[in-house]
């Protein structure tokens, strides 16, 4: 499964951008999918991830409130809207697809990456 993350760019404080990522084949859409963000110097964090069916999405709790993931099964793409965005929001944004069914916070839970998308908040 090869997975393509686009969407990100270079955006001001309090901007809005939407992720996407496309699987390259259906053999997630029974498989919960999550993003994750990392930025210079810092480890991969959570982002947010969602159940199979579009359930149970979870947040890491600096996004609660300004971010939303979605899916859509029939074109294998999950998205990440993210609204009211900061400077500390900074990072390369990897989204990827888990082994189970159910949304996951836990990266060794993820069976498949994208690349990343770059996104930029600036003051």
């Known amino acids: 499964v090869q997975l393509q993350a686009s969407g990100g760019g270079l955006v001001q404080a309090a901007g809005s951008l939407r992720l996407s990522c496309t699987a390259s084949?259906?053999?997630?859409?029974?498989?919960?999918m999550g993003w994750f963000r990392q930025a210079p110097g810092k480890e991969r964090e959570f982002v947010a991830s969602?159940?199979?069916?579009?359930?149970?999405?979870t947040y890491v709790d600096s996004v609660k409130g300004r971010f939303t993931i979605s899916r859509d099964r029939v074109k294998s793409t999950a998205y990440l809207q993210m609204n009211n965005l900061k400077p500390e929001d900074t990072a390369v944004y990897l989204c990827?697809?888990?082994?189970?069914?159910?949304?996951?916070?836990?990266?060794?839970?993820?069976?498949?990456w994208g690349q990343g998308t770059q996104v930029t908040v600036s003051s």
């Open positions: 990827a697809v888990a082994r189970s069914s159910w949304a996951t916070s836990t990266s060794s839970e993820y069976a498949y």
């Open positions: 084949r259906r053999t997630n859409s029974n498989n919960a």
């Open positions: 969602i159940n199979w069916n579009g359930g149970s999405p």
